[in-house]
């Protein structure tokens, strides 16, 4: 057998050539093509996996990116809307008027010589409504019943009417939140005390009438 | 000469050859019909039908009956013709495609009903391609790596060099298993050296 021919036909070797001859007949006999699918196929485009990984990682980081864009802005209109909201509170500036009034009319009605009970009567009813003012005032009972104008009242009711020192939005919104708290137990109180006074002024009336 | 020393003298004369042969440039022409192909080409599917028919044929005739593997052949393009899009690379379809020609024959006998064969009487004793049957049958009866390049270079009439190109094996595989597997044939057959 020569190993030349085996490998690339050339020379010749009898033995080789003879089973070439023989298995002839079982070469492949060239066929036509075979007939294709009438569909085209389309063909994909070639996308790499590391492009699908750095989308997906772009993708993730943008949505996470938004939702806290979105928390963030959520919570600051949050905190402007309350520190907007809070000086519309219904009871603060009623406070204040109710304020404004005391130190307004307090010195007027004292001045003015009116019959005691009534004079009595308004500085209990500014006493309720707002305690904390009238002592800073020292308005009581008893310098009320003096019927004098009170210089010191005075001079510090003008003090009072100067212009109010400029506060951040905490401060405001504690300074309101504080005088609502004030408002609303003063109410409370009014209650009480009108409750009373009408008790004792019955047993006034009882024993009148007895 | 003792067969050690024949199979390195060989492998030498492959390596000296091989470094003639221009194989890249036929890997990058067989590359560009695949590219054809994929963009739609349909002359170029049949390019690469008629370069590549026959090393199928011959991987498919070392499994399956004779009748049937013109059919598997077919059946093979269409389905390579269907994936050639998922082919990575494109200079490498020779070994792509035979290796989807192994895996049709494996499935011809996965899906074959039971049979009966003819007996010799039916078959006629005087048939002409009684000798070449018996040939087929003792290279069938080799083992794979033997068998199918030995069909590929006694039926299909390929060189060695084509078979490495078309395979995608060595030369140097190419060569051994031609040699052994003649040695193997000739002692199935009875003939002496």
Known sequence: MKEEYLWNKTGSDPEIEKLENALKAFRYQENATPVLPAKIIPFEKKTSRKFFRLSFAFSAFAAILIVCLGFWFQVSDNKTEVAKDTPKIISPPIAETVAKEILVEKPVDLVVEKPKKSVERKAVKVQKIIPQVVRQNNITERNLEIKKPDDSIVAQNTEAKKPPVKLTKEEKYAYDQLMLALSITSSKLKLVTDKIENVEERKVIDKNER | ?193
């Open chain 2, 1 to 193: 000469m003792p067969e050690n020393e024949m199979t390195g003298n060989l492998f030498l004369f492959a390596r000296s050859e091989t470094r003639d042969a221009p194989i890249s440039e036929k890997a990058a022409a067989q590359a560009r019909i695949v590219e054809r192909v994929c963009a739609g080409d349909e002359e170029a599917f049949g390019e690469l039908y008629k370069s590549f028919a026959p090393m199928v044929h011959g991987i498919v005739l070392a499994r399956v009956p004779r009748d049937e593997a013109a059919d598997i052949v077919q059946e093979v393009f269409l389905s390579a013709y269907k994936n050639l899009h998922r082919l990575r690379e494109k200079s490498a379809v020779g070994a792509w495609l035979a290796m989807i020609a192994r895996n049709r024959a494996t499935e011809f006998y996965r899906q074959l009903k039971p049979t009966e064969e003819l007996t010799e009487d039916v078959k006629g004793k005087n048939n002409a391609n009684t000798e070449a049957r018996e040939i087929l049958s003792a290279i069938r009866a080799l083992p794979d790596a033997y068998k199918e390049t030995l069909i590929l270079r006694l039926i299909e009439g390929m060189t060695g060099n084509e078979i490495a190109e078309q395979t995608g094996l060595t030369p140097e595989s190419i060569r051994v298993n031609l040699h052994r597997g003649m040695k193997m044939l000739r002692q199935k057959l009875g003939v002496k050296k």
